[in-house]
């Protein structure tokens, strides 16, 4: 259990390293972040941090949202969550979460959501293979047969069949920090993170 932070995916580009290798990276804006609320044992049963992102106009907040964010004298924020620590000894309110929190060489867990493709058939989404391709096959890209006889009578629930492909939370884990930026408040990590350009993404 750590302190994570909020960011957004700006893209990817490769870097060479001394001797000319070149390394897949992808550069994510992370934080500032601001935290918004601390919860302890004593009031709510655990420890957890909760940090806000993404500064907005206020008129795109509703009025408990902007309540909330007032008691930690914080400006409205697009994006709030919370991470579980072992101890909330070290923090206090309105306190800045900047990539400071991370050093090259770490390696990170970075969660978001993944890039939707609608609507798609069993060969994409599955795997499927396809049929034969001569022209007597009436089966190209069909699911085939789905279910038994008679008996039991129905398809059982989690068959794999069309259906909608990907936007949905997911997590890569083990991504290597490559290089920090305080200044721009810019992480650059080894290999690929959920989502297309512009996605929010948590990094702990």
Same mark, same amino acid.
């Given at each position: 259990?750590g302190?994570? &932070?909020?960011?957004t995916?700006?893209g990817?580009?490769? &870097? /060479?390293?001394?001797?000319? /290798?070149?390394?897949p990276?992808?550069?994510?804006?992370?934080? +500032?972040?601001? &935290?918004?609320?601390?919860?302890?044992?004593?009031?709510?049963?655990?420890?957890a941090?909760?940090?806000?992102?993404?500064?907005?106009?206020?008129?795109n907040?509703?009025? +408990?949202e902007?309540?909330?964010?007032?008691k930690s004298?914080s +400006?409205?924020?697009?994006y709030?969550?919370?991470?579980?620590v072992?101890?909330?000894?070290?923090?206090?309110?309105?306190?800045?979460?900047?990539?400071?929190l991370f050093?090259? =060489?770490?390696t990170?867990s970075?969660s978001?959501?993944?890039?939707g493709?609608?609507?798609?058939?069993?060969?994409?989404? #599955?795997? /499927?293979?396809? @049929?034969p391709?001569? #022209? =007597?096959?009436?089966?190209?890209?069909?699911?085939?047969?789905?279910?038994? =006889?008679?008996? +039991? =009578?129905?398809?059982?629930?989690?068959k794999?069949?069309?259906?909608?492909? @990907?936007?949905?939370q997911?997590?890569?884990?083990?991504?290597k920090?490559?290089h920090?930026?305080?200044?721009?408040s810019l992480?650059?990590v080894?290999g690929?993170?959920?989502?297309?350009?512009g996605?929010?993404?948590?990094?702990k």
């Open positions: 259990m302190l994570g &932070i909020l960011g995916k700006l990817m580009t490769q &870097i /060479f390293d001394e001797s000319g /290798f070149a390394t990276v992808t550069v994510i804006k992370a934080g +500032p972040c601001v &935290i918004t609320q601390i919860k302890s044992i004593e009031k709510e049963g655990y420890n941090i909760q940090i806000g992102y993404g500064q907005v106009a206020s008129k907040l509703t009025k +408990p902007l309540g909330h964010l007032q004298e +400006p409205p924020l697009k709030l969550k919370e991470y579980k072992s101890s909330v000894d070290d923090f206090k309110l309105s306190d800045k979460v900047t990539v400071n050093e090259i =060489g770490q990170v970075v978001g959501k993944s890039i493709k609608g609507f798609q058939g069993t060969v994409k989404r #599955h795997n /499927f293979t396809r @049929g391709m001569a #022209h =007597g096959s009436k089966n190209h890209r069909e699911p085939g047969s789905i279910g038994q =006889g008679s008996t +039991p =009578g129905r398809v059982f629930p989690g794999k069949m069309a259906g909608r492909l @990907g936007g949905k997911t997590m890569i884990k083990n991504l920090v490559v920090v930026n305080t200044e721009n992480l650059v080894k690929t993170v959920p989502g297309k350009t996605n929010l993404l948590s990094i």
